[in-house]
């Protein structure tokens, strides 16, 4: 059943097939000419009829939503877009750099799984383990039928809805045009995946990226922790409070996990895929060994262990050595 957090703003929860949050949360503002939505949750049938009976619960309806803003192009934020677009006709704001999502995963979703594949293949990851942790078949095209924001934000935008004044905050990390909505009047954060109150946000590095992405979290972190927030609107999970205590343990998990790849690293040269083994995952949870994971779980310890060696070779902690085609990661001092 849709909550109100204030007058006017309500939590929508839409279910989350096959994945362990097992729930989006979506938000609707009302306006003055309709309504504002923050993200649609996945593209299933589903989720589709729990965001309809949702919306009746607030007395809504999908023609009267007139703005649909995405924090990031992921499918369990983005996949009904196309679905809400052709019922409310609504405008579609996104930050520009997810366009990239489009480009690589949903628009060339087969080649993108043959990137990844070889880019598995050259950290160390067995090939007979590739199949185990590659994509469903037909990849992340099937979990989002496309549909193109009508507007490219770059973050410091402010969205109105008469009722609301957000204010755009580019958060990049989680993807690379992840954004955050501050509403200050009500001290409210709409926080995407960018901050959760248990589980700490997936930070991977993808194929043939260059950038940095826990290096530019870790810089989105600093930067929303010192909002004036009294309440914050995640994604996933539940609501809660305390962004500053929240944004500097997840800060402190960070830190902790590159100081355990650099001890586990001692004075050896190892692929990310044995690196990968020797981290302690879900520590929230109480740690979790690699070879327990599930296969997509496994997929993603590995992407995030790849960020955090880029974040160590960007400051120089480590060093990329190249033998027989694979990648190997050494520390820079004994």
């Not at 729990?50 to 995405?70: H, M, P, S, T, Y």
Request: hydrophobic fraction near 35%; glycine fraction near 6%; charge should be negative.
């Amino acid at each position: 059943m849709a909550t109100a957090i204030i007058p006017a703003i309500y939590k929508l929860v839409v279910p989350l097939p096959y994945n362990p949050p097992g729930a989006t949360n979506i938000y609707l503002l009302r306006g003055d000419d309709g309504y504002l939505l923050i993200d649609t949750g996945w593209n299933s049938d589903q989720a589709f009829h729990a965001l309809r009976e949702e919306l009746d619960d607030v007395g809504a309806d999908f023609k009267d939503i007139k703005q649909i803003v995405v924090t990031h192009a992921h499918p369990d934020h983005y996949g009904l877009v196309g679905k809400v677009r052709e019922l409310s006709k609504a405008k579609i704001y996104m930050h520009r750099r997810d366009e990239e999502i489009f480009r690589t995963r949903y628009a060339a979703s087969e080649e993108y799984m043959r990137q990844s594949e070889e880019w598995f293949d050259r950290n160390g990851v067995p090939h007979r383990e590739i199949p185990v942790i590659r994509m469903p078949p037909g990849g992340p095209r099937r979990t989002t039928l496309l549909q193109q924001p009508d507007i490219y934000l770059d973050g410091g935008e402010p969205i109105s809805t008469g009722i609301f004044n957000l204010k755009v905050i580019w958060t990049p990390g989680h993807s690379p045009g992840h954004i955050c909505l501050y509403e200050p009047k009500h001290k409210l954060l709409f926080a995407g995946d960018d901050i959760l109150p248990v589980t700490v946000p997936n930070i991977s590095l993808t194929p043939g990226s260059t950038a940095n992405p826990l290096g530019d979290f870790l810089k989105s972190l600093a930067l929303v922790r010192n909002l004036d927030v009294t309440t914050v609107l995640p994604a996933h999970e539940s609501i809660f409070h305390d962004l500053k205590k929240r944004a500097d343990e997840i800060i402190e998990l960070r830190a902790t996990r590159s100081d355990e790849i650099i001890h586990g690293l001692g004075t050896d040269s190892k692929t990310a895929y044995e690196i990968s083994n020797l981290i302690t995952w879900m520590p929230q949870f109480g740690g979790v060994k690699f070879r327990d994971l599930m296969p997509m779980d496994q997929r993603a310890a590995v992407s995030e262990t790849l960020a955090h060696l880029r974040d160590l070779t960007v400051n120089g902690r480590i060093k990329i050595i190249t033998r027989n085609n694979l990648f190997y990661y050494q520390r820079t001092q004994a």
